[in-house]
């Protein structure tokens, strides 16, 4: 036989297994139908693990068991997730009440951040809501997301990102912690300085207060001056207030020009930052669950099982439905050591047919599982990273 003679087998072969498949997508649609009516959930593990050792079963070498469960476990996928778009089409999507609004209420809106005045979170929130937002705040995150829940704020503006420090990592845990929504975002350029106090020169420093981060991003600095002792603190700016209050001349913080101005301290060096374009992401949190009309990112977070695929398989939902996911971030399972939760960020509207079928998928397939929000993002296009 020859190769096109060979490849003619194949073509028919093929072509009877699109047939075949088709007819098997027909069959399903009928039992999504069925499990509309009945209130059934459209995954059926039991089922789906019967089927693949019965597949298995009917395989003649190691190889083709292994394909033919390969195989299978993808066409049983491709079943459900065209079950989960007729649900989604019949509108059948518990658990997403996400009121839409035209906008958020910025003018009025009393605002909530960590810190003291001058934080890079006061920096955002007046960026977020303008200039003459009437913001308060807090000792802790933590506190800040207390603070709308009580509604003593509307929103609480909290970093979720540093492009070079990464992930903060506590604020993921709030965000599974509280009952609240993202709904908007907005990027701040950091510009960390050396601040001492004005009678201050460089020489005098023994001393180093700055947030865990602020250290981290200036850590190439700091191995240069390693005759420097370093002391986290809970807040850029509070670590400038630390070191006018002292009045040592020995101390020194790392924070931003203008809490080095608010608190009376000299800039006693610039350009200590490992990277030039160090941009902080902020969320935008607030009790209700509501999202913008123009909204273009959602935040998701869901626990699968501990198993083979299970990532691959709920991100599939993504894939599936033509979705650009943007950001990946786990956080340990408390009293699950070694388990993961997922945070996943992707490009899309509730409103959207796509977004809607991903949701109802993961929703089902996912042992845990919740919208964070979804909101718009300019994708920082304010920074200018060469500065
Ligand atoms: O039998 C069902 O309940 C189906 O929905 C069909 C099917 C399949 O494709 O075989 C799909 C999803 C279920 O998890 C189990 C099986």
Same mark, same amino acid.
């Given at each position: ?34 499990? %509309? ?11 789906? *693990? ?37 649900? !989604? ?19 009025? !809106? ?5 810190? *003291? ?5 006061? *920096?955002?929130?007046?960026?977020? &809501? ?59 350029? *950091? ?62 913080? %790392? ?26 992401? &902020? ?26 695929? !299970? ?77």
């Amino acid at each position: 036989m020859d190769l096109s003679e060979l490849r003619k087998e194949i073509d028919d072969i093929d072509r009877d297994l699109v047939q075949m498949f088709e007819k098997r997508m027909a069959l399903c649609q009928e039992v999504a139908e069925y499990k %509309i009516k009945t209130g059934m959930q459209v995954l059926d593990r039991k089922r789906e *693990v019967e089927k693949l050792e019965a597949i298995q079963q009917m395989a003649d070498s190691d190889f083709n068991r292994y394909g033919v469960h390969e195989l299978f476990t993808q066409i049983m996928a491709i079943s459900r997730k065209l079950q989960y778009q007729l649900l !989604a089409d019949k509108g059948v999507i518990t658990g997403l009440p996400f009121e839409m609004v035209p906008n958020l209420q910025k003018s009025r !809106a009393n605002v909530v951040f960590q810190g *003291v005045e001058g934080a890079y979170s006061h *920096v955002a929130a007046l960026q977020f &809501f303008g200039e003459k937002a009437k913001v308060f705040h807090v000792k802790t995150w933590d506190d800040a997301m207390k603070a709308i829940c009580a509604g003593t704020a509307d929103f609480a503006v909290l970093p979720i990102e540093n492009s070079s420090a990464g992930s903060v990592s506590d604020v993921y845990d709030l965000l599974v912690k509280y009952d609240n929504y993202i709904v908007g975002e907005t990027f701040v350029k *950091v510009d960390h300085v050396l601040l001492g106090l004005p009678e201050a020169e460089i020489s005098d420093i023994q001393t180093v207060y700055s947030h865990p981060q602020g250290l981290m991003q200036c850590s190439r600095f700091l191995e240069e001056h390693r005759e420097l002792t370093k002391y986290s603190t809970s807040n850029t700016a509070l670590s400038a207030k630390r070191v006018q209050e002292e009045k040592d001349i020995t101390h020194a913080a %790392i924070a931003s020009e203008m809490a080095g101005s608010l608190y009376g301290l000299k800039v006693l060096d610039r350009n200590i930052m490992n990277s030039r374009g160090n941009t902080t992401r &902020f969320i935008v949190v607030a009790s209700r669950k509501m999202y913008v009309a123009d909204s273009n990112k959602l935040s998701l977070c869901f626990e699968t099982n501990h198993e083979n695929a !299970a990532l691959y398989n709920m991100l599939s939902h993504l894939t599936y439905n033509g979705l650009n996911m943007l950001k990946l971030e786990s956080r340990p399972i408390l009293g699950r050591p070694w388990e993961f939760r997922f945070f996943v960020d992707f490009e899309g509207n509730l409103g959207d047919a796509g977004v809607k079928n991903a949701l109802r998928g993961i929703l089902e397939e996912a042992n845990y599982f919740r919208i964070l929000g979804n909101y718009y993002t300019d994708k920082g296009k304010n920074i200018d990273e060469n500065k």
